[in-house]
């Protein structure tokens, strides 16, 4: 026979009382984080198209599309070459025309599954020359003529898109995951077009973790509902 010592736990009535407090609190805070998570995982698509840049990487940004719909239709005699142009983008004006060839792209227009946006610059709001950029403009220049549109009822984007914006960091929105930066997604180039949905800027957050926090949040909060329900 064999025995194993283990030290003695000092007021173990106190610790467990801690414990059981703690855990309550965890509970508690899980419950509404989870409430929370799924609100903002699982019901964030009714604000139209989305894409998420990752900005973790100046020299290799990430420009994710996630396949809702458009909030809008996008105007009538819309091109490739216009592209698509983010609201605000860059934190301070950019004083030149800067960004450049995607290193790899298979984002896209759904609805043009062949084509992909292939160029991110700087520009003005009304897509002219001029001195403060601040929006960000997707595009795909090698196609000057090939339509480009976007319906309520269809797919909008998809596909991701990486980017050397090396050049632009100083320029960068100020994201945090806690605080992501976001503005509005428009069709064609300056902010002249419909509005069909929104951009968000954060770092890069694994989507495994990411999954893994809402799943856990959002368990416990319907775990804590069904425990309320039975009271």
Do not use: H
């Not at 003695?8 to 419950?31: C, D, E, P, V, Y």
């Not at 292939?118 to 003005?124: D, G, I, M, P, V």
């Not at 990486?162 to 902010?191: H, K, W």
Request: charged share 10%.
């Amino acid at each position: 026979m064999s025995f194993v010592a283990v030290p003695q736990i000092s007021n173990g009535g106190k610790f467990l009382k801690g414990t059981k407090i703690a855990s309550r609190r965890f509970s508690r805070f899980a419950a509404g984080s989870g409430a929370l998570l799924c609100a903002l995982g699982f019901a964030g698509g009714a604000q139209g198209a989305t894409l998420t840049i990752d900005l973790s990487d100046p020299s290799a940004v990430r420009v994710v599309g996630s396949g809702e719909n458009a909030a809008n239709d996008s105007q009538s005699s819309l091109y490739f070459s216009q592209g698509i142009t983010l609201q605000n983008f860059f934190n301070l004006g950019v004083p030149f025309n800067g960004g450049g060839v995607a290193v790899s792209s298979d984002l896209t227009s759904i609805g043009s599954p062949a084509l992909m946006f292939t160029t991110a610059l700087s520009t003005t709001q009304n897509g002219l020359p001029g001195v403060t950029l601040r929006q960000l403009n997707l595009s795909n220049p090698l196609v000057p003529t090939v339509p480009l549109a976007f319906t309520r009822l269809s797919p909008a984007l998809s596909g991701t898109a990486v980017f050397d914006l090396s050049a632009l960091q100083a320029y960068f929105p100020n994201a945090t995951f806690s605080s992501p930066v976001s503005g509005n997604l428009y069709a064609g180039l300056g902010t002249g077009g419909n509005t069909i949905g929104t951009w968000t800027a954060v770092p890069e957050v694994s989507t495994n973790a990411q999954m893994a926090v809402v799943g856990l949040g959002c368990a416990t909060f319907l775990v804590q509902r069904a425990r309320r329900a039975k009271l």
